[in-house]
């Protein structure tokens, strides 16, 4: 199973909105609406930031929000802010033998 | 509140084992899925096994399938994640997490990490 597609990098200024996408196959991020999105500072476990698609656990921003259109899904930030500079991964659940796809990561610079 | 405190940093010689621990508080196991997560310097995320609500239950990766071995105590409500025959490569952090409640197939909550070197 091949990790999800995202790109290496992003940037943006303070107050832009970004978007990182996510492409994966029908059988991860098209087959099932349970994607997810981390956020990892450096030296520090990560965190869930969305979970089934759209949905913002309590306590994370509002600036934070995600869709998924076929194989690909996307965050977006807006309003970026210094905080914001990290590491975002998506995940996807992928049945009963991988269980769970990840991608290799988008380094976000503000 | 929720926490997940895993074991201090190993270091291994190749062909060794290593067993981790990850001791839960704030809720209860037998309520969750749990699961491990394991990143290499420098790398992405990769999801290692999982662990049913019922304690019996397992899930690995088939990388690791016949190496890995994950178990759970509840009496100290804790989880553990046992990898033999080390292998170079297997030198990560491993992460254990939690899984919302439902299921809902994420990671919601997250040790601190442990980092296992492997090294001759």
């Known amino acids: 199973q091949s990790a999800l597609t995202q790109p290496a990098s992003v940037s943006g200024s303070p107050g832009q909105s970004i978007t990182i996408s996510c492409t994966g196959t029908?059988?991860?991020?098209?087959?099932?609406?349970?994607v997810s999105w981390y956020q990892q500072h450096p030296g520090e476990a990560p965190k869930l930031i969305i979970y089934?698609?759209?949905n913002r656990p309590f306590g994370i921003s509002s600036r934070f929000s995600a869709s998924k259109s076929g194989n690909t899904a996307s965050l977006t930030i807006s309003g970026l802010q210094p905080e914001d500079e990290a590491d975002y991964y998506c995940?996807?659940?992928?049945?009963?033998?991988?269980?769970?796809?990840f991608g290799l990561g988008t380094r976000v610079t503000v | 509140q929720v926490q997940l405190v895993q074991s201090g940093a190993e270091l291994k010689k190749p062909g060794a084992s290593v067993k981790v621990s990850c001791k839960a508080s704030?809720?209860?196991?037998?309520?969750?899925?749990m699961h491990w997560v394991r990143q290499a310097p420098g790398e992405g995320l990769e999801w290692v096994a999982t662990?049913?609500?019922?304690?019996?239950?397992?899930a690995y990766t088939p990388r690791l399938q016949g190496r890995l071995s994950v178990t759970r105590d509840t009496s100290t409500s804790s989880v553990y994640m046992e990898l033999t025959g080390l292998r170079l490569d297997d030198t990560a952090m491993y992460f254990c997490?939690?899984?919302?409640?439902?299921?809902?197939?994420?990671?919601?909550?997250w040790g601190q990490g442990t980092l296992v070197t492997v090294s001759s």
């Open positions: 704030g809720f209860a196991l037998k309520n969750h899925f």
């Open positions: 995940s996807s659940y992928a049945g009963v033998v991988i269980h769970y796809v």
């Open positions: 997490a939690r899984e919302m409640e439902g299921p809902k197939q994420n990671f919601d909550s």
């Open positions: 662990l049913n609500p019922n304690g019996e239950d397992t």
């Open positions: 029908n059988f991860d991020v098209g087959g099932y609406n349970r």
């Open positions: 089934e698609v759209s």
